[in-house]
């Protein structure tokens, strides 16, 4: 029996809406050929910034660079600032703005209001398989409003884009992020370019268009896609989210670690394994995990952090098998799209994060991650892409190796919605009966199935 731990109050009706002075005339001033204005008179101001690397501190501004040693920037937050306890967070509408304080902006948000809080699903058949004491689902395939974990990190992208009064948004992307912006752009009446490998899944392709946005089909990989886009944003100061406004892009990745304790009843698992592409995802997850333990809503140890990739893209997951300290990019040669990155920017720290939390990566064969999207879609239900499928391998994997223990509390990180890469399955799925419409024609069928079911019971190891 499957059953979903979903805490979140319901959100009201009004918050949904977008405010209609999101495009309302301000004063601005012209930095580097950029247009900035002030975050205020949007109800937004985004936090200022400071390098990993050497800390040099900057104004708030779409940049994701430091000029001093090229490291990346990320948000300051004020450590005297009030944090909100269990019970206030619990009391806020059902979206990722209800962590707000831990969000890189002060004041309120204008766009995106109604994305996050997407179901953690129990998964007793997958611990079974596991041979782990429980298993959850952290279900982002349902995610609003385009059925991925990238609707989240656009959310906080658009919000910034807004502030600084930047007048087009867009991205590059294998997919998922080409739908979050696309869409999330529509509604809020900016226009949006959409940089995407030329061969990418129809599926993620139709669901960009869609929503009217100018969609650039590009030769190469995503590794080509994304130098092109940081021209871009040099070119026509537009606020390409994972590029200019990646600062503040990637925190909306920490509150998937936040539901995760919340509705585990503020507490924490013992191990999470993630999907791994630009690395992003696994580091933002330490982050926000400790960001809720150092603010006193959960206690205990932090989880474990688990990465998985595909074996014709594995990047990160080859730096920590062999112990280096660099990346050596790859060429994608896989069926997992939408984590096929051969150079990831967050790499580095993406196995950092997975080595210091006692974590372990794993890349698995694409036949193996299509098995993995049928395992999880016929043992709960959940139908995700290619990178979900690369996840459930993966933590079988590690299962098998020792890594994943028989008291471990394991949470899945499903990213992305099956309908987006139905070319991956449909081979192995087959062809369905054609019968006319009389029982004679069916029964044979239910005999047929009848048999194999019993056979199926007949084999099933007693050990």
Known sequence: MLRMTTTFAPLPPSASAVPSDHESAADSTRTAGRTIASGSRRGIDPLPLACRRCGARFDPAPIAICEECLGPLDPVYDPLRSLPDRAT?????????????????????????????????????????????RVWV???????????????????????????????????????????VAAQAARAGIPAWIFIPHDLELGKVIGTLVYGAHVVRVQGTYDDVNR?????????????????????????????????????????????VAPMAGGSLVTKLRKGFAEFHHAGLVEGPLPRLYGAQATGCAPIARLVESQGDRIIPEVPHTIA??????????????????????GWAAAVTDDALVRGIRLLAESTGIFTETAGGATVAAALDLARAGRLR????VVLCITGNGLKTVEAIAPVLGESPVIAPRLRDLEPLVQAAATRAATARLTVPTS
């Open 406 to 409: 028989a008291d471990d509390e």
């Open 138 to 180: 952290k279900n982002d395939s349902v995610s609003h409003p385009t059925l991925s974990f990238k609707d989240r990190v656009v959310a906080a992208a658009i919000n910034a884009a807004a502030a600084f009064g930047l007048d087009t948004f867009g991205c590059a992307s294998t997919g998922n992020l080409a739908n979050a």
């Open 337 to 358: 799209r939408s984590i096929a990155i051969g150079n990831p920017a967050d790499g580095l720290t993406a196995a950092s994060a997975l080595r210091e939390t006692g």
């Open 228 to 272: 092109l886009c940081v021209q871009v944003a040099d070119r026509y100061g537009w606020g390409i989210a994972n590029v200019n406004l990646r600062s503040y892009y990637g925190e909306g990745s920490k509150t998937v670690a936040f539901e995760i304790a919340e509705q585990l009843g503020w507490r924490l698992p013992t191990a999470v």
């Open 89 to 133: 967070i619990a009391a806020r509408p059902a979206s990722l703005w209800r962590y707000r304080e831990w969000l890189p902006f002060a004041g309120p948000p204008t766009l995106s209001l109604d994305t996050g809080c997407t179901p953690l699903v129990d998964a007793p058949a997958l611990a079974r398989a596991l041979g782990v004491a």
